[in-house]
């Protein structure tokens, strides 16, 4: 368990018990007492503020009501004396007259009080002697009656504090009761981030040192038989933008209304304000700006008609891409890298290569409507000769399907679908074999061009 | 793999410049035994100073493999990743230890608090405790290294002694020089220009053995 | 005295095989017999080289000493055979490279241990050019 609560950075090193379980154990609990927590913060702000409000504002009736007299309320708590405003009214239910002391509903509860006096005053100012005006009552309890029905949206923003907490505790616990008693090959199986299960044996394997296919997989195509998972979906930075706007802008604003709600009003906290209210503000529009690229852009799919693929195999690949959009350029690449993970020193470096790349389409300048995504298909061939996919501790060989694309007022875009491809048959190489190299990498025919299919409608080469 | 003539493919790989694979090459008045004095003389404590790819994990390791082989027991902790502490294992390994020398590689990384722990039991236990850091510390500076070109060229033609002469001293200054006395990333690039150098020559052989293609 | 050699011979004398063939050979020691070797280890496996740190699996082991389970006998062969994976086949790689060789290490009591090692390609894979298209 890390010592202090980190938002943002990921856990580093080995701070674990010797027990994972006992860990993991405590883990739970740690993240059940934030959830329960989150729970009785939630049910309290509910019930103090929320449910009174909706409660009066729904089922309260109104009655013509006459104000006898004003004043301020005070009580004293932890040395600090607080105000509140008090109306005394009369009126008539079901021939029964009744004489209160009342304001909203926080005031009937016992509640309703601030430090500021000033407030309170002003808000007395609005109320005199002998006028007659709408008061709302129970009308279970006739009793019960108020003569300000307003919503504090001060509440809802409170809400979100004990909110979050639950949020994270249930994700914590969730996440938890999921891994209990699973070992490291079962949670692999079961959609872990694509990740090599070291301590299972890999000569059982049929393909040893070979990734695993994506659990993700499973989802079947609607236009080829396989779905291909996409790495990274854009939702992380998304997420990531409105996590920090919320935090941030809930932080300023609580701080700002415990400030003023004292009344203690001074420039220069407002001079200290004024350039966290713009962070808050420019965090928001980044979070907008991406939620906007995201839904502009649109969900990119690829479909595959087979999978795993082998090398020197030929298969059709289909793409469709939503959103809403003038391309600029639009294209589909197939990739084949290299990575390397060293450690030296104190430093763990990774190098990346990218040893080979077949840009499979490209096409320029065409609209994508939303009730018109973009459709197009190809043929894709892993050479013969070409490595498989690998991967090991510390070194990895990858293939790996771009698409990458540029919209006018959008960045640029790319998604990254993941492949696992599987050495192929082997086949007579002698007519390529030159002296002293023991393989030629296969090429396709020599013919670069690749058949294309374009969903009616749309041309090849869409321009607008 | 070794090429028919005993010679490795790329003398540059990983495992032939990781810390403790190149004999560590001290400047002249200075060695191994020499900073063992220091060492002893700052009541066995001592911190090895040095920007990124200076050498300074090599040095701990040289170090570490000479006590060790002069019956001065060790033990070697390596901080990746910037850990902030020494989990639950190490400690106890730590506590069980005896005459013992201590050797943390990233030191700075520990949190002020850890860093005070470890330091209190090394006292406490009477343990030697040696680490390395970017800048100075809290303990005693033992050894800097500060690599230079006539360095870089001792070592790299060290390498090449496994492989083909297929790198020149203009190649390491240029290197050197790129990569403002990193060591290690002036390995790292002399990989890929062997590389390359080897790839061409491999060519060019083939094509004189067979020229007619 | 002549410090030994150890000799490790493909049957067949092939140097590269396929996925799924079978991998046999012998190891001999010369000169034989050697009274002071404790054990000999045999192992094939595949280590990476290149830019990262150096990954190693050793697919197929075994160990003869005098005191253990499989006793030596000297001046004969010692035999070794493995069905070889389909993957991961030898590859030349920018920055990795996968090697498969079969090591041998020979524990004395006297002197040090001495270790021989004979590469083979696993598969037919092609080096690794860049080629961006």
């Known amino acids: ?15 674990r018990t010797g027990s994972e379980k006992i860990a993991g154990m405590w883990e739970g609990v740690f993240f059940g007492a934030l959830f329960l927590l989150g729970c009785f913060g939630f049910w309290l702000t509910i019930s103090l503020f929320v449910l009174p409000e909706w409660w009066v504002n729904r089922d309260f009736r109104p009655v013509p009501a006459r104000i006898l007299e004003t004043r301020v309320g005070t009580t004293v708590r932890d040395g600090q004396t607080l105000y509140r405003p008090e109306v005394c009214i009369e009126y008539k239910v079901a021939g029964k007259i009744y004489r209160l002391w009342t304001y909203d509903i926080h005031t009937v509860q016992g509640n309703g009080f601030s430090v500021d006096k000033d407030r309170v005053s002003r808000t007395l100012e609005r109320f005199h002697p002998e006028e007659i005006i709408t008061c709302w009552y129970d009308p279970r309890n006739p009793e019960i ?5 307003g919503f504090w949206l001060g509440a809802w923003l409170v809400l979100l504090i004990p909110l979050s907490f639950v949020i994270l505790g ?52 609607t236009h080829l038989p396989y779905r291909l ?12 933008w409105l996590a920090a706007a919320l935090c941030w802008n809930i932080a300023v604003l609580g701080f700002a209304l415990g400030t003023y709600y004292a009344g203690r009003f001074d420039w220069s906290f407002t001079l200290f304000l004024l350039p966290c209210l713009v962070i808050g503000l420019t965090l928001l529009g980044a979070f907008f700006r991406q939620w906007m690229a995201a839904s502009a852009v649109g969900e990119t799919i690829v479909e595959i008609s087979d999978f795993p693929l082998l090398c020197g195999h030929r298969y059709r690949v289909y793409l469709k891409q939503t959103g809403w959009l003038r391309i600029n350029w639009l294209e589909m690449l197939l990739v084949c890298e290299e990575e390397a993970t060293f450690q ?3 430093n763990t470096r990774r190098e990346c290569r990218r040893i080979w790349q077949k840009t499979l389409w490209r096409h320029e300048r065409f609209e994508i409507l939303r009730s018109v995504p973009f459709e197009t298909e190809t043929d894709i061939e892993i050479p013969h000769g070409m490595m498989h996919s690998f991967r090991s501790p510390h070194n990895e060989v990858r293939w790996r399907l771009y698409v990458r694309g540029n919209a006018q007022d959008w960045p640029n875009f790319e ?35 690749t058949e294309e299919r374009v969903t009616p409608g749309q041309t090849s080469d869409a321009r607008p | 793999m070794r090429t028919p003539s005993g010679k490795v493919e790329n003398p540059f790989s990983a495992r032939f410049v990781r810390p403790g694979a190149i004999p560590y090459i001290f400047p002249p008045g200075c060695s191994l035994e020499s900073v063992y004095e220091v060492f002893l003389g700052n009541q066995r404590l001592g911190a090895v100073i040095g920007p990124h790819g200076a050498g300074k994990s090599a040095f701990i390791t040289a170090l570490t493999d000479w006590m060790e082989t002069n019956n001065q027991p060790c033990l070697q ?7 902030r502490t020494l989990d639950q294992t190490t400690w106890q390994q730590l506590e069980a230890l005896h005459d013992t020398v ?17 330091r209190r039991l090394c006292r406490k236990k009477h343990l030697g405790l040696i680490v390395t850091a970017h800048s100075d510390i809290e303990l005693p500076l033992l050894y800097a290294p500060e690599p230079n070109e006539d360095l870089a060229w001792q070592i790299v033609q060290y390498l090449l002694a496994r492989g083909e002469a297929l790198i020149t001293r203009e190649d390491v200054q240029v290197s050197f020089s790129r990569h403002q006395g990193n060591l290690r990333e002036m390995l790292f690039d002399l990989y890929d220009l062997y590389e390359v150098r080897r790839t061409l020559q491999s060519d060019q052989s083939v094509l004189d053995a067979h020229p007619q293609h | 005295m002549t410090e030994p050699r150890i000799l490790i011979h493909f049957e067949g004398k092939k140097t590269v095989y396929e996925p799924g063939e079978v991998l046999s050979g012998q190891v001999r020691i010369e000169p034989a017999p050697l009274q002071d070797i404790k054990a000999i280890e045999l192992s094939i496996l595949w280590y990476t080289d290149g830019k990262g740190d150096q990954d190693l699996h050793v697919r197929y082991f075994r160990r003869w000493s005098q005191d253990g389970d499989l006793p030596l006998e000297l001046g004969e062969p010692l035999r070794f055979q493995t069905v070889l994976p389909q993957t991961p086949l030898s590859y030349d790689g920018l920055i990795i490279r996968i090697r498969w060789c079969v090591r041998v290490r020979i524990f004395r009591s006297r002197g040090r241990e001495l270790v021989e090692e004979v590469p083979f390609r696993l598969g037919r894979v092609a080096p690794a050019r860049v080629r961006l298209q």
């Open chain 1, 1 to 15: 368990m890390a010592r202090w609560f980190r938002l943002f950075e990921k856990k580093r090193g080995n701070r």
């Open chain 1, 145 to 149: 009656a108020v003569i300000d029905r």
């Open chain 1, 170 to 221: 249930a994700g914590g616990v969730s996440y938890h009761l999921w891994r209990w008693g699973k070992s490291a090959e079962r949670l692999a199986v079961q959609g872990r981030p694509l990740s090599l299960s070291f301590s299972a044996d890999p000569d059982a394997a049929m393909y040893p040192f070979v990734p695993e296919i994506p659990s993700r997989m499973g989802q079947p195509g």
């Open chain 1, 229 to 240: 998972p996409v790495l990274g979906a854009p939702y992380r930075a998304i997420y990531a």
């Open chain 1, 344 to 346: 030296h020193g104190t």
């Open chain 1, 415 to 449: 998604r990254v679908f993941p492949l696992v491809v599987l050495p192929g048959p082997d086949r007579d190489r002698k007519s390529d074999l030159r002296p002293g190299r023991e393989v030629v990498p296969a090429q396709t025919s020599g013919n670069e061009e």
């Open chain 2, 77 to 83: 902790l390596e901080l990746h990743d910037g850990q």
């Open chain 2, 102 to 118: 201590v050797t943390v590689d990233g030191y700075e990384q520990l949190s002020a608090w850890s860093r005070y722990q470890l």
